[in-house]
């Protein structure tokens, strides 16, 4: 076997997946299938499948308002509660990409990495404003 073999066995498909087989797509489904199955777990307690689904597409529907859209970068720094698989499910429901940040970098670094990929929208727990700014 050579690194350059083209059987088809490692042909990597051409098409695009489907758009039911995105991930909050796939997530709706087992919503469907299941609504009052824990879907996660956090210090604060359970929220099943059906809460999380609300929640997220509240704040989709918020999310789009704010002219969130197809592929619009939101950046996303949150602590690892339920809120932060909401806030990434809603971002993706509202059509945009997130750009998952690490609450323990420092706010420098937070800030260059916003302006580099220049996210018009920063979705937070904390104080207005960008990271390390008065509050």
């Known amino acids: 076997m050579s690194l350059l ?24 489904r087992v919503a469907g ?37 197809l592929e619009t970068p939101v950046a996303v720094l949150l602590e690892r509660t339920a809120y932060l698989p909401v806030s990434l499910l809603a971002v993706l429901k509202a059509g945009g990409a997130y750009l998952p940040l690490d609450i323990t970098l420092p706010p420098a670094r937070l800030r260059y990495m916003l302006a580099d990929a220049r996210v018009p929208l920063l979705l937070t727990d904390g104080p207005p404003g960008p990271p390390g700014a008065p509050s």
């Open 33 to 69: 299938r299941d609504p009052g199955a824990v879907a996660l777990v956090d210090a604060a307690g359970e929220v099943t499948h059906a809460e999380l689904h609300r929640r997220a597409n509240r704040l989709a529907h918020h999310l789009r308002a704010l002219g969130v859209g």
């Open 5 to 28: 073999d083209t059987s088809p066995r490692h042909a990597v498909p051409a098409a695009a997946p489907a758009a039911e087989s995105t991930l909050h797509r796939l997530l709706e």
